[in-house]
């Protein structure tokens, strides 16, 4: 079966139009109908490369129920900056999704052995100190990285190494 590939054409920009001029008004005048579908576009494009589509129903509701999403997402960055007295607000959604990301890490990092734990959380540490190094060279990875754990160096390969290979 050869994959469905959608376009944005007559069908999902006329739906666009539609409902951009049915729902300008949850924007409270911050927002033009050719703003939301430069929005419907982007939210089109980022549709088109999450899923393999079974034909152009089956995309034409995923990309609806996208849109609709984020045009709630912008109606309330917009009430919120309203009432804030900020302007237009648009929501970060990198934001979110970093902070959706890190949640998953930490998930993963708790069913992780302490010491591997230990590890993990040394080297997301954006605050963790540099590798050493003088005149004669630098610590090696193991070394650093024991120091970064707090695990003695002579321990570090019996402890991490075997519990990292382990798991």
């Known amino acids: 079966m050869i994959p469905y590939r959608p376009s944005f054409n007559r069908s999902v920009a006329g739906w666009a139009v539609n409902y951009a001029e049915r729902n300008l008004w949850k924007f409270g005048g911050l ?3 050719d703003d939301l579908l430069q929005e419907a576009w982007l939210v089109f494009e980022r549709c088109r490369h999450k ?14 129920t996208a849109f609709y ?14 009432s804030v007295g900020m302007g237009t607000a648009m929501p970060d959604l990198d934001l979110l999704e970093t ?4 949640l998953e890490v930490a998930k993963i990092v708790d069913r992780l052995p302490t ?11 954006e605050d963790r100190p540099p590798m050493l190094a003088d005149g ?3 610590e090696t990875t193991n070394e650093y990285l024991s120091r970064l754990t707090g695990v003695p160096y002579a321990d570090f390969r019996g402890k991490i190494v075997v519990a990292i290979q382990r798991y």
């Open 51 to 64: 899923v393999e589509f079974k034909g152009p129903k089956h995309f034409m509701a995923y990309f609806k």
């Open 31 to 33: 927002q033009q109908v």
């Open 115 to 125: 010491d591997v734990q230990k590890l993990v959380r040394a080297l997301l540490d």
């Open 69 to 82: 999403r984020h045009c709630v997402d912008l109606a309330v960055g917009t009430t919120r900056a309203k």
């Open 99 to 102: 902070i959706d990301q890190e």
């Open 136 to 138: 004669s060279g630098r």
